[in-house]
């Protein structure tokens, strides 16, 4: 038996110091009642795969070596790793190519183990999301304060179906973990559970981490790491997490769409805490990785997924989308969309534009209705007002487009660029066809198809003569219809 503490640590202030730790996430599971070709941790809460809402709380806390536990699928995890996790931040992975427990997983990371001994290793699982750096740092600490060989972390459900139960004795110290396959009728009525989050002295559990000790089911066929829990003995304790969601996953597609309510709701919280006006939710979805100024108004129907930095002072929406980019101060996104590109300071864009990957705008920039920008940089002062498609261009400072203008950027086999200078005035309908120059205070008529550079304060037209064939139209009716 061993016993537990039911007092956690402080509140989490500081990531985690000490330099001899790593963490083992457990990622190898099918999910089959997920209903999905993709693995189970890759399943999405607010757009992003539980896996990485747990890799970037390990980071947050202070852990940076982590290695993930594969098999089901393990090609479309490795993808996102190489894709998400890069240079100092790559994680390393392992296979577990038959699913015989949380025990038999972590044995495949043996080796992983094996390099980072004399220090304490964390396990945890790749379809937990909410298992977030102030209960991996607070419950650190509280392993070292004890000097435990291994600490569980567990926490109190009111339907804690699908867990593993924690058991006590009538003083109230642990008798066992129990899995919820295996236990009986009585067992299944406990609510306190196992998070399936561990902190254990590398060494100890190296010791205890082979099939001649951790003993396969007799019931599942299985082998469970609560299983090494109960042979570390007296030197096992546990630590209470502050909060039941820290333990939730997903089984099934009802409780990730349950996942994903409780995420949405506690971000817009925090968001409209920390001075974000939110006045109506509707529609409104929020990534984990957003960051948002105090002031800026959010609007019904606004979706701000992935990496997000937006200012102070701000509109964004109504039915806006930002995907993987930063707004200044002060910016207007009105009914548009912004994918992986920055806005600068005192731009406002819409209704109904959109601003591609790899493009800069602003600051002081005007894109009004039914504009396309894509990997081009609009200067200070430009106004784009409605009806245009601007591509691989580097346009200038106060650049005045009149209606229907494009920039011809591809010839069907290349792309190529068109800069234009400040101050220019590129007339309604205009095509520039790339590569073109057009020099700092150049006009281009309307209607005109540049072709060849303008030098600066040049006027450029392109256009065939007017002819106009008097009578023509009348002809035209008399004639028999065919």
Not at 455 to 469: E, F, H, N, Y
Request: hydrophobic share 40%.
């Amino acid at each position: 038996m061993f016993s537990v503490s039911n007092q956690n640590i402080g509140n989490f202030s500081e990531p985690i110091h000490s330099g001899n730790v790593c963490a083992i996430i457990l990622a190898a599971g099918e999910g089959k009642r997920m209903k999905s070709k993709k693995p189970k941790a890759m399943m999405e809460v607010l757009f992003k795969p539980m896996l990485g809402w747990v890799i970037d709380s390990v980071r947050e806390a202070g852990v940076n070596d982590i290695c993930v536990v594969t098999g089901h699928l393990e090609e479309v995890i490795k993808d996102y790793l190489a894709k998400n996790y890069t240079g100092d931040a790559a994680v390393s992975t392992v296979t577990q190519t038959e699913r015989k427990g949380t025990g038999h997983a972590v044995m495949m990371a043996k080796s992983f183990l094996e390099a980072h001994k004399s220090g304490s290793v964390l396990i945890l699982n790749g379809d937990a999301p909410f298992m977030d750096c102030r209960n991996i740092s607070n419950s650190f600490y509280f392993h070292e304060a004890r000097s435990n060989c291994v600490t569980v972390i567990s926490a109190m459900l009111d339907d804690p179906t699908g867990y593993g139960r924690i058991l006590r004795a009538a003083d109230g110290s642990l008798m066992s973990i129990v899995e919820h396959k295996e236990a009986t009728m009585e067992q299944l009525a406990v609510k306190e559970v196992n998070s399936g989050a561990y902190w254990f002295e590398t060494d100890a559990l190296l010791s205890v981490l082979d099939t001649d000790h951790i003993k396969c089911s007799s019931v599942t066929g299985e082998y469970y790491l609560p299983d090494a829990v109960k042979l570390l003995g007296d030197a096992a304790n546990a630590f209470t997490a502050d909060s039941a969601s820290v333990v939730m996953g997903a089984n099934d597609p009802v409780q990730l769409g349950e996942l994903n309510q409780i995420a949405r709701t506690g971000i817009l919280g925090d968001m409209i805490a920390q001075g974000v006006s939110i006045t109506c939710t509707d529609g409104v979805i929020i990534g984990p990785d957003v960051e948002i100024g105090g002031g800026t108004v959010i609007l019904p129907g606004t979706i701000l997924r992935g990496k997000v930095t937006i200012g102070e002072d701000c509109t964004i929406g109504p039915n806006s989308l930002v995907e993987n980019a930063v707004i200044h101060d002060n910016v207007i996104l009105n009914a548009s969309q912004v994918k992986q590109s920055e806005i600068f300071d005192d731009t406002d864009i819409g209704p109904f534009s959109q601003i591609r990957p790899n493009c800069k705008i602003g600051p002081k920039v005007h894109i009004g209705d039914f504009v396309e920008v894509k990997n081009s940089v609009l200067d200070e002062g430009t106004k784009v007002a409605h009806l245009t498609y601007v591509g691989d261009s580097d346009v200038g400072k106060r650049v005045n487009f009149g209606c229907g203008c494009v920039t011809v950027n591809y010839d069907g086999k290349n792309k190529a660029r068109c800069v234009i200078g400040d101050d220019c005035f590129i007339g309604c309908n205009t095509n520039l066809v790339a590569p073109v120059n057009i020099g700092a205070g150049a006009y281009t008529a309307a209607g005109s198809t540049i072709t060849h550079d303008i030098p600066s304060d040049a006027l450029g037209i392109a256009r065939a003569r007017q002819v106009v064939k008097d009578g023509w139209a009348a002809v035209k009716r008399a004639e028999p219809k065919k």
